[in-house]
C-alpha cells in the first residue's frame, strides 16, 4: 500500500498512526518517525520515499510512505511499481490539489485500486461535502476503471488518531482504515513457483555488507547464499554475485531474515552495479521487469568548483573529483536527476527549484564547498529549418488567495505567460487555475508564501514558446574591495539599496552585497573604514541603526540570481557572486553581448 497525496496533507502523520496503534512502534512522543532524514525534519517535508511493514489480523500490510512535493514526484513514480493499492489523503480544507491529481494519476495507470481519506474533517474549516465533489470529479477527469471509480471514502483525522466510514460515527480509532485495507486491497498476484526476480526502487548503502537493493519481489523464492545477477532496462547483465544478505522492515526495526518470496518488499545485499529500475534475478531470468517511465527534467543547474577569493576556507571537499562523486551517487539513487559533464561544471538537470536545492543542502552539511548556477528552463526543439519550433515545459498551477489579492495576482501571472483555465469563487477565497511556462515560475512563489496565498504546481507538458516574460528584475550591488564590512560603509551604501549583509562580514571583488534600488548594478566598497584625524573623533561613540538585512535562504537564492551571478555554498555560508570577478571584463562582456542567458537544450536534440 502506498500513501499518496499532496504536500502537507497528513500522509506522514497517517503512517505514524498506523505503526502506533498497530502496535509496530512504541513512538507516542517522537512525531513523524517516518521522517528520518534531518532536512525532512526541519522543512515538515517528506523527500525519500521510505517502506515499512505492520501486522493486523494475521494479515501483513507492506506500507510506503512518499512525497507530497512535486519536485520529487520520481519518488512516487517508482514506489508505484511494487504495491497493489494506493490510499489517497486529500485535505477536507483544501481539497484535490495539483500533486493530488498527479499522483493519483500515475497510480491509475498503474492499474491500483485507491481508498480515498478525507483527513482532517475535525478542523473548523474542512469543506467535507464540497471535497467529496470535488474528489469524484478528480476521479471522473483521468482515464479511471470502473472498480477504480468505485472508491471507499473514510473521515479522519491524523493528527488525533482516528478514521471512520461515516461522518455520523463516534471517532474512536485508526482501526477501521485498516479494516478497509484488509478488506478491500488485493494480495499479491504473484508465482512462486517461477524464477527469482526483483525491480529495484530504492538504494540504500549499509556500513557492513554495502549497497542493498529495496524492492518487491515479483516472483520465485530467494534464499541468502543463492547467485542472482541483474539486468538493466534493455536486458543487459551489468552485475553477478551472491546474496549476502536479505532485510525485512517490520515497523521501525529492520530483520535479516533466510529467505524471502514472491510479494514480499525486501532489500538484498551481494551485488555491486546495479541501480534503480534494474532487474534482480536468478541467472536463468533473460527479460527485465517492466517499470513506471519517470517524467523528464524540465530545468538544470550549473555546480562549479568554488574559485572565489574565500574558496577552500570552510569545507573540507572542495575539489572537481569528489563533486563528481558525489553527484554521480545521488543519482544510482535519484532516478529523476540527470548529470551532464562538460568542460568546467557538472549540469544538474532536475524537477525543480526545491528539488536541486535539497541537493546542494545536503552537500553544504557534508563539507562540500561550490558555486551554483542560476536555475535554467530545458528547452526542446521539433523539426527543422522553417518547421523547426521550440517548446518549453508548461505547468498548471493553483493558487489560493484571498479575494483583496485576486486583481495583482491575475496581473502577474499574465506577466508570466499564464493562461488562466478556471476561477473559483468560495466566499473571501478564490482559487485560480493557470497554464504557465516553467520559467515564469522560477522565483515566483517566493512571493506567496505568506498566509494570504498558497501557490502549487505540476508539470503537464510542453508547449510552443511563449515569447519573453514581462518582469525584470534590479540591479545587484557588487563589493568592489575585499576585508570585513564596515558600519560606516554600510550606512552610506543604505540609502542606494536593500543590503544582503552585515557590518563584520567578510567581502572581496565581485561579491553581491545587496539589491539596487534601479535597474543597473552599483560598484561599492563595502570595507571603506572612517578616518580619523584627532582625538576626538577618534575617541567618541556613535550610535549607528542600520535597517534590517534581508536574510535569504538558499532556495530564494537559487530563484533570485541572474545569469551572470552565482551562489557561492560553503558549510558555513551562502554568499551571492558575480559569475566573472573581474569588474572591467564584466563591463567587456556586457558591450560585446553576454554569453549568458540562452537557453539550454538538450545535448541529444
Known amino acids: 500500500l502506498a500513501i499518496i497525496a499532496h504536500v502537507d496533507h497528513g500522509k506522514t502523520s497517517l503512517v505514524d498512526q498506523l505503526l502506533r496503534q498497530s502496535g509496530a512502534a512504541e513512538v507516542a512522543d517522537q512525531g ?5 532524514n534531518d532536512l525532512e ?31 520529487f514526484g520520481g519518488e512516487v513514480e517508482r514506489v508505484l511499481s511494487m504495491v497493489d493499492g494506493v490510499c489517497l489523503v486529500v485535505c477536507a480544507t483544501e481539497g484535490p490539489m495539483t500533486q493530488t491529481k498527479f499522483v493519483l494519476s500515475k497510480a491509475i495507470e498503474c492499474g491500483l485500486q485507491p481508498i480515498v481519506v478525507l483527513n482532517k474533517v475535525d478542523r473548523p474549516t474542512s469543506r467535507v461535502a464540497e471535497v467529496e465533489d470535488e474528489i469524484l470529479e478528480l476521479f471522473l477527469s483521468l482515464d479511471v476503471s470502473e472498480s477504480q471509480l468505485e472508491y471507499t471514502l473514510l473521515y479522519a483525522s491524523a493528527r488525533e488518531g482516528w478514521a471512520k466510514r461515516t461522518m455520523e460515527e463516534a471517532p474512536t480509532t485508526i482501526h477501521p482504515l485498516l479494516d478497509t485495507i484488509v478488506d478491500m486491497l488485493p494480495p499479491p498476484n504473484v508465482d512462486r513457483s517461477k524464477p527469482f526476480s526483483l525491480l529495484v526502487t530504492q538504494i540504500e548503502n549499509d556500513v557492513y555488507v554495502g549497497k542493498c537493493y529495496l524492492g518487491k519481489v515479483q516472483s520465485g523464492t530467494l534464499r541468502v547464499g543463492d547467485v542472482i545477477k541483474s539486468l538493466d532496462v534493455d536486458g543487459k547483465v551489468v ?46 531470468v533473460t527479460t527485465p521487469l517492466p517499470f513506471v517511465p519517470v517524467d523528464p ?3 538544470s543547474m550549473s555546480f562549479y568548483v568554488n574559485d572565489s577569493p574565500l574558496g577552500g576556507r570552510e569545507g573540507t571537499q572542495l575539489t572537481s573529483q569528489v563533486i563528481r562523486e558525489r553527484l554521480l551517487k545521488e543519482v544510482e539513487t535519484n532516478v529523476s536527476l540527470e548529470i551532464i559533464e562538460t568542460d568546467d561544471a557538472f549540469e544538474v538537470k532536475g524537477r525543480g527549484e526545491l528539488q536541486i536545492g535539497v541537493l546542494i543542502e545536503t552537500m553544504r552539511r ?36 484571498d479575494n483583496q489579492y485576486t486583481g495583482t495576482v491575475i496581473e502577474k501571472m499574465n506577466c508570466n505567460k499564464g493562461e488562466m483555465k478556471t476561477y473559483t469563487d468560495s466566499g473571501d477565497r478564490t482559487r485560480l487555475v493557470f497554464d504557465v511556462p516553467t520559467r515564469g515560475l522560477l522565483g515566483y512563489p517566493a512571493e506567496f508564501k505568506n498566509d494570504a496565498r498558497t501557490l502549487n504546481s505540476m508539470f503537464i507538458g510542453y508547449q510552443p514558446y511563449k515569447g519573453p516574460l514581462d518582469r525584470s528584475r534590479k540591479g545587484s550591488i557588487v563589493s568592489t574591495a575585499s576585508g570585513e564590512a564596515t558600519t560606516y560603509a554600510l550606512l552610506a551604501i543604505e540609502p542606494r539599496g536593500k543590503l544582503f549583509i552585515e557590518p563584520g562580514a567578510k567581502v572581496y571583488p565581485g561579491m553581491i552585497v545587496g539589491e539596487h534600488s534601479r535597474e543597473h548594478d552599483l560598484e561599492v566598497n563595502p570595507a571603506k573604514a572612517k578616518h580619523l584625524n584627532n582625538v576626538r573623533t577618534a575617541i567618541k561613540d556613535e550610535t549607528v541603526k542600520l535597517i534590517t538585512t534581508e536574510k535569504m535562504s538558499l532556495e ?16 558555513a555560508s551562502i554568499r551571492t557572486r558575480k559569475k566573472e570577478l573581474d569588474a572591467d571584463k564584466r563591463r567587456t562582456q556586457k558591450r560585446r553581448g553576454s554569453e549568458y542567458g540562452l537557453p539550454v537544450f538538450n545535448k541529444n536534440e
Request: aromatic share 2%; charged share 25%.
Open 239 to 284: 552485475a553477478e554475485g551472491k546474496c549476502t544478505k536479505i532485510i525485512q522492515r517490520s515497523g521501525l526495526d529492520q530483520v535479516s531474515i533466510q529467505e524471502a518470496g514472491a510479494g514480499d518488499i525486501v532489500s538484498i545485499a551481494g551485488l555491486a552495479n546495479a541501480r534503480v529500475n534494474h532487474t534482480i534475478c536468478a541467472l536463468e
Open 41 to 71: 525534519k526541519e522543512r515538515g517535508i517528506t523527500i525519500l520515499s521510505k517502506s515499512t511493514a505492520v501486522t493486523y489480523k494475521g494479515h501483513r500490510i507492506n506500507i510506503v510512505d512518499t512525497p507530497g512535493h512535486s519536485d
Open 366 to 401: 557534508e563539507g562540500f564547498e561550490l558555486s551554483v548556477s542560476p536555475p535554467r528552463v530545458i528547452y526542446k526543439v521539433e523539426g527543422t529549418g522553417k518547421d523547426r519550433v521550440i517548446l518549453e515545459p508548461i505547468e498548471e498551477v493553483t493558487i489560493d488567495v
Open 297 to 299: 527534467p524540465t530545468i
Open 556 to 571: 530564494r537564492m537559487i530563484s533570485y540570481i541572474q545569469d551572470d551571478e552565482v551562489i557561492e555554498v560553503t558549510p
Open 32 to 36: 513523524r518517525v517516518m521522517d528520518s
